[in-house]
C-alpha cells in the first residue's frame, strides 16, 4: 500500500473559472455529480419511455399527440422498449451506482485526495456523455430507434432496415453509442481498480475499507473483464452491418424473399459474447447497492456489520461467479444441454453468497437501535426487494423450469425486481444518505419518507403482477395483446400494472422537487449529522477541493465501530486516535 | 435529519414507522402467498409426462422458496419493528462464524441439491435423443409465421434452397421440385400431430431468431438461422394448443402465431390426406 506524507503527486489546486470547475472539471466530487445528473436525466428519459409504452400496451387507440397519426405503432413499441432497457441498463442502473457515487465518495472514504488519474475520470465521464447523446440521436433517423431489444440479437440486429423499421441507422448508432459506452467504463474500471489498490491512507487495510469500497472495488474489476467482452462484441456486429463481414450471420438467409448475400457466421455467437458482458452487468448494478445497504443498516441500526468478512468473501464469491452463469440466459437458445446444466448448478450456487448477504443484513440489524431515516427505509427496501427478486430466480436457473419461462413476463418481473428496482432503492438509499455531504444540506425528510412508501408498494404492485403474467406463459416483448387468445383474460392485469406504473412514476417527481428544493433550500447539514464512523463524515460538508485540506488522515479503527462497550458515543469514527476516543465515566 | 438520539418525539414517529414497514411487508407475504396458493393466475394444464416432471419440479421449488421467501420477510418486519429505535442502546455484536458456516452449508446443500432433482426432467427432453420411429416435423419460423412440413410417405425431407424461397407464391421455404424427395413433403402453417405418438420437431428459421412455444408442452426452442435444432415429444391429450412465438423477431412478432392441433391417430392420418390434397398443385 502506497502512503503519502506529503500533499503528493495527485493534489492539484482548485481552479476558478466556470469551465474548468463544474464542465471539465478533474474534481472527483463534481465528476461524481455530473454522472449522478447524467443518471437522474436518463432515468426520467427511461421513465417516460416506459409509460408511453405502458399506454400503447392496454389503450393501443389512445391518442399521442407528438407521434405521427397520434397513434403509436408496433414497431415504435419495440423502438420504447429497445431504448427503455438500454438507457436505463447503461446509463441509470451502471452510472449512478458505480460512476457517480463511486467516483464522489469512494477517494473520501479511503482517504485519498482525489482519484488516481483526474484527467482519465474527466474523459470516461464526457465519453459516456457522448454515448448517450449518441443512442439517443437513434431516435431522430431515418426508421427511428432500433427494435431489436437492448440485447440486440443478431441476425435481426446485424441486418439492415430489410430486417424492420429502426434496423438500419438507428441500430448502427446504437451499437456505436454501446461501444463508446464501453470504451467510457474501461476508463472509470481502471481508474476506480489503480484509485482503491494505491491511493488508501495510511491505516486503510483493505481489511478496514467500508463494504462500500468493496463493492465499488469487486465492482470495477467485473467491468474492467465484461466491458472488453461487450466492446469487442459491438464491434464484430459493426462490421457485421457495415463491412460486409459474417461474424454472426449465417449463410442461406431470406429476409421477405430476399437472399442475405452473407455467409458463416453464428447467432450464438453473440450471445455468448453478450451475455459473458450481461450477466456481469447485473452484478455491477447491484453489488454497489448491496454496499451501500450494508453500510447504511450498521449506520442506522448503530451495530456493526454483521460478518463484515463473510460479506468481503460473499461480495467476491458473487463477482467472481458472476462470470460463470452467462449461459442460463441461453437454455433455450440450442446451445449444448450439457452446457446447459453446468451453467445451472453455477447459477443455483451463486444463491450462496447472495444468501449469506441476506442473512447477514437481518444479522446486522437484530438487537439494533433502528432510526427510520428515508435512507435507513430505502436500505431495508433493497433487503426486502433483493430477497423478493432473488428467490425467483432459482425457478428461471433449472433449465426445465426455464423453458416454460424463458422469454415470458416471469423473467421482466424478476430482473425488474432484482437488478432495476433493488439497485434503485441503493440508489435512493445512497442519495439520502449522501446528499448532505455533497451538497451540504439535506434533504426534505417528510417528502422523502412519502418518496419511499409510495415507491415501495408501487415497485410491488407492478412486478408482483408481472410474475402471474409470466405463470399464464405470457411472452415478453409483444407490442399488442391480440397476438394469442391466451392473453385476452389477462388484459385486467396489464391494466392494473400501468396504472400502478403511472402512479409510481409520478412519485418520483417528489423527488425531483425535493432535490431542487434542498439543493438551495434544504436544512443545513453538519460535517457528521448521522454519526456515522467513515472518512467523509470527518470533514466539512460539502467537502474542499482537495477533501482534507492537505492533511490526509491516518486510520485507526474498522469501519462500523458502533456502540463499542466502554465508550461513551454509540460510534467510534475511523479517524479518531485511540486516546482519543472517549471512555464512559464509570 | 439531525437530531438528537433520545427524546419522546423521535420515539412516537419511529414506532409509526415501524409499524407501517412491518405491516406492508406483511401484506406482501400475504398478498404474495395467497394469489400462489390460489393458483389464480397459473399455467394451463400440461399434456405431456415431461410437462408433469417439470410441474412437480416446479412445485418443489415453489415451497422451499415460498418458505424462505416468507421467512425472510416477515424476520425483516419482526426486526424493523421489535428494534426500533426506543432510546435503547445497540448490542454489539459482529458476528458469528459459526451461524456463517450453517447458514452458508445449509444453502449450498438446499440449492445446488434441487438444480440436480431438476436433472431428470432436463434429461428427458434434451440428453435422450427422439426414438427412431418418432414422426418428423420441420418446424420454420420466419417474420411473422411458422411452417410446418412433413416429410410425407417416402419419410424423406427433399432438398430447399434459398433462391427458390417465394412466399406469396406459395412455396416459403424455397423447396426444390428438382428433388424427388420433395415432391411429397407437405408445407403448411397449422401443426397436427397424434395422440400418445412420439414427434421429434426439427427446428429452424429463415431469416432472424424466433422461438417455438406451447405452453401446453411446457417446451419452448429458439429457432436460430443456420442452426437445426431437435428437440421432441409425446402429446398426450388431444386438443388444439396455441404456438406464440416468443423470440423478439421484428415489428410483427405479437402477431407470429399457430395452433398445434393433438388429434387421433385416424384423424391425423385424414388430415394429412386432407392438406396433400388441398396443396397439390
Not at chain 1, 495510511?202 to 466492446?231: D, E, N, Q
Not at chain 1, 450456487?349 to 437484530?366: C, E, M, R, Y
Not at chain 2, 412440413?149 to 432438398?159: E, I, L, P, T, V
Amino acid at each position: 500500500m502506497v502512503t503519502h506524507d506529503s500533499e503528493g503527486a495527485h493534489a492539484h489546486a482548485a481552479p476558478t473559472g466556470f469551465i474548468r470547475k463544474y464542465i471539465f472539471s478533474l474534481d472527483h466530487k463534481v465528476i461524481g455529480i455530473q454522472y449522478w445528473l447524467l443518471a437522474l436525466f436518463s432515468v426520467f428519459v427511461g421513465m417516460f419511455l416506459s409509460v408511453m409504452m405502458r399506454i400503447h400496451l392496454v389503450w393501443p387507440n389512445a391518442h399521442i399527440p407528438f407521434v405521427e397519426n397520434n397513434q403509436l405503432t408496433p414497431e415504435q413499441y419495440l423502438a420504447l422498449l429497445t431504448m427503455h432497457g438500454s438507457i436505463m441498463v447503461f446509463m441509470v442502473l451502471t452510472t449512478a451506482p458505480q460512476s457517480g457515487f463511486g467516483n464522489y465518495i469512494l477517494p473520501i472514504q479511503i482517504g485519498a485526495a482525489d482519484m488516481a488519474f483526474p484527467v482519465l475520470n474527466m474523459l470516461s465521464f464526457w465519453t459516456t456523455f457522448l454515448s448517450l447523446v449518441v443512442m439517443i440521436s437513434a431516435f431522430f433517423v431515418t426508421g427511428g430507434a432500433p427494435i431489436s431489444g437492448w440485447t440486440a440479437y443478431p441476425p435481426l440486429s446485424a441486418l439492415d432496415a430489410i430486417a424492420g423499421p429502426g434496423q438500419g441507422a438507428g441500430q448502427t448508432l446504437w451499437v456505436i453509442g454501446v461501444a463508446i459506452f464501453c470504451g467510457a467504463s474501461l476508463m472509470g474500471a481502471l481508474n476506480f481498480i489503480t484509485t482503491i489498490i494505491d491511493l488508501r491512507a495510511k491505516g486503510m487495510s483493505l481489511m478496514r475499507m467500508p463494504l462500500t469500497c468493496w463493492a465499488w472495488f469487486v465492482t470495477a474489476i467485473l467491468g474492467l473483464l465484461a466491458f472488453g467482452v461487450l466492446l469487442a462484441a459491438c464491434l464484430l456486429l459493426l462490421l457485421d452491418r457495415t463491412a460486409g463481414t459474417s461474424f454472426f450471420i449465417p449463410g442461406g438467409l431470406v429476409v421477405s424473399d430476399k437472399i442475405i448475400d452473407h455467409k458463416g457466421g453464428s447467432p450464438l455467437l453473440w450471445q455468448h459474447l453478450f451475455w459473458f458482458f450481461g450477466h456481469p452487468e447485473v452484478y455491477i448494478a447491484i453489488l454497489p447497492g448491496m454496499g451501500v445497504a450494508s453500510h447504511i443498516l450498521s449506520t442506522f441500526s448503530r451495530k456493526p456489520v454483521f460478518g463484515y468478512r463473510a460479506m468481503v468473501h460473499a461480495i467476491c464469491a458473487i463477482g467472481f461467479l458472476g462470470f460463470c452463469v452467462w449461459g442460463h440466459h441461453m437454455f433455450v437458445s440450442g446451445m449444448s444441454p450439457y452446457s446447459a446444466f453446468a451453467f445451472s448448478l453455477l447459477t443455483m450456487s451463486i444463491g450462496v453468497p447472495s444468501a449469506i448477504k441476506t442473512f447477514n443484513w437481518l444479522g446486522t440489524i437484530w438487537n439494533g437501535k433502528i432510526q427510520f431515516t428515508c435512507s435507513m427505509l430505502f436500505a431495508l427496501g433493497f433487503v426486502s426487494l433483493f430477497v423478493s427478486g432473488g428467490v425467483t430466480g432459482l425457478f428461471l436457473a433449472q433449465p426445465s423450469i426455464d423453458l416454460f419461462f424463458h422469454d415470458t413476463y416471469f423473467v421482466v418481473g424478476h430482473f425488474h425486481l432484482i437488478m432495476g428496482v433493488a439497485a434503485i432503492f441503493g440508489i435512493f438509499a445512497a442519495t439520502y444518505f449522501w446528499f448532505p455531504k455533497m451538497f451540504g444540506r439535506h434533504l426534505n425528510e417528510g417528502a422523502g419518507k412519502l418518496h419511499f412508501w409510495l415507491t415501495f408498494v408501487g415497485v410491488y404492485a407492478i412486478f408482483l403482477p408481472t410474475h402471474w403474467l409470466g405463470m399464464v406463459g405470457h411472452p415478453r416483448r409483444y407490442a399488442d395483446l391480440s397476438g394469442a387468445t391466451f392473453l385476452y383474460p389477462l388484459i385486467p392485469v396489464q391494466k392494473f400494472i400501468s396504472i400502478a406504473a403511472f402512479i409510481t412514476i409520478g412519485s418520483q417527481f417528489i423527488f425531483l422537487f425535493n432535490f431542487l428544493w434542498s439543493v438551495k433550500k434544504g436544512m443545513k447539514a453538519t460535517d457528521n449529522p448521522w454519526h456515522a464512523t467513515t472518512l467523509e463524515w470527518s470533514i466539512p460538508s460539502p467537502p474542499p477541493h482537495d477533501n482534507f485540506g492537505g492533511h490526509i488522515p491516518v486510520v485507526y479503527h474498522g469501519p462500523y465501530e458502533f456502540s463499542v462497550p466502554g465508550y461513551a458515543d454509540d460510534y467510534v469514527p475511523q479517524h479518531l486516535a485511540p486516546e482519543h476516543v472517549a471512555k464512559n465515566k464509570s | 435529519m439531525p437530531r438528537e438520539r433520545s427524546g419522546a418525539s423521535s420515539t412516537s414517529s419511529s414506532t409509526t414507522t415501524a409499524a407501517l414497514l412491518a405491516l406492508l411487508l406483511v401484506a406482501l407475504v400475504v398478498v404474495s402467498v395467497f394469489f400462489f396458493a390460489k393458483k389464480t393466475w397459473w399455467f394451463p394444464p400440461a399434456i405431456t409426462a415431461f410437462g408433469h416432471e417439470v410441474d412437480a419440479q416446479f412445485m418443489r421449488t415453489l415451497v422451499i422458496v415460498g418458505v424462505v421467501f416468507v421467512l425472510s420477510q416477515l424476520a425483516l418486519a419482526y426486526a424493523v419493528f421489535r428494534f426500533r429505535d426506543r432510546g435503547q442502546r445497540a448490542t454489539h455484536n459482529e458476528g458469528n462464524q459459526t451461524m456463517e458456516v450453517l447458514w452458508t452449508l445449509a444453502t449450498i446443500v438446499l440449492f445446488v441439491g434441487l438444480g440436480v432433482m431438476a436433472r431428470n426432467a432436463w434429461a428427458e427432453v434434451h440428453f435422450r435423443p427422439a426414438a427412431p420411429d418418432a414422426i418428423q416435423i420441420e418446424v420454420t419460423g420466419q417474420q411473422f409465421a411458422w411452417n410446418f412440413r412433413y416429410s410425407g410417405a417416402d419419410g424423406k425431407f427433399g432438398r430447399l434452397n434459398p433462391k427458390l424461397v417465394n412466399a406469396s407464391g406459395g412455396n416459403p421455404l424455397g423447396l426444390d421440385p428438382a428433388d424427388p424427395d420433395s415432391k411429397d413433403d407437405l408445407v403448411v402453417p397449422v401443426m397436427a400431430v397424434p395422440v400418445n405418438r412420439e414427434v421429434e420437431l426439427l427446428v429452424r428459421s429463415q431469416d432472424v431468431t424466433h422461438s417455438f412455444f406451447v405452453r401446453e408442452l411446457r417446451l419452448k426452442q429458439d429457432a436460430v438461422p443456420g442452426m437445426i435444432i431437435r428437440v421432441h415429444f409425446t402429446a398426450t391429450e388431444p386438443g388444439s394448443y396455441e404456438i406464440p412465438c416468443a423470440e423478439l423477431c421484428g415489428l410483427g412478432h405479437y402477431r407470429m402465431h399457430s395452433t398445434l392441433t393433438v388429434m387421433s391417430d385416424a384423424d391425423y392420418q385424414k388430415w394429412l390426406k386432407e392438406q396433400a390434397a388441398a396443396n397439390a398443385p
